[in-house]
């Protein structure tokens, strides 16, 4: 089955990262991408999940500009098919503030992570730790 692979090429993925070994992680993350971007088409949220994985990994080694078409499209494919107030899609908003804030982009990181805020505390409660 078709999930079960991309759950296993995902998870060796991650097992490469979190190991360090990102050369041989990243050709799996673009691997399960691109076969859900064929199966499932670019806009579905596991789809999105994916390109989130490969943009992530890709801002840890300071790949940052590599990463930022990633998590912008992430962000984009939730607000569309889940809405702005999923937590997927908030989750994808503080994801691609901190890049841009890492990326001295301030101006635009900041009114992002005051929408994941905004947004968590409206499904949390301002009290949540």
Do not use: I
């Not at 692979?5 to 050709?27: D, I």
């Not at 999940?49 to 078409?69: D, F, K, V």
């Not at 994808?92 to 005051?114: F, H, S, T, W, Y």
């Not at 994941?116 to 730790?129: D, M, V």
């Amino acid at each position: 089955r078709t999930p079960d692979k991309w759950a296993a090429l995902n998870q060796a993925a991650l097992l490469c990262e979190v190991y360090g070994f990102y050369a041989r992680a990243e050709p799996l993350y673009v691997r399960v991408l691109q076969s859900r971007e064929r199966v499932l088409g670019v806009d579905h949220p596991d789809t999105a999940a994916s390109a989130t994985a490969l943009g992530l990994m890709l801002q840890r080694q300071g790949r940052l500009h590599e990463a930022e078409p990633l998590l912008r499209r992430a962000l984009q494919s939730g607000d569309l098919v889940l809405g702005s107030e999923h937590p997927e899609t908030l989750a994808a908003v503080a994801n691609l503030a901190a890049l841009l804030q890492e990326q001295g982009k301030l101006r635009d990181a900041e009114p992002l992570a005051r929408t994941a805020l905004r947004g968590r505390e409206r499904a949390l409660g301002p009290n949540h730790r």
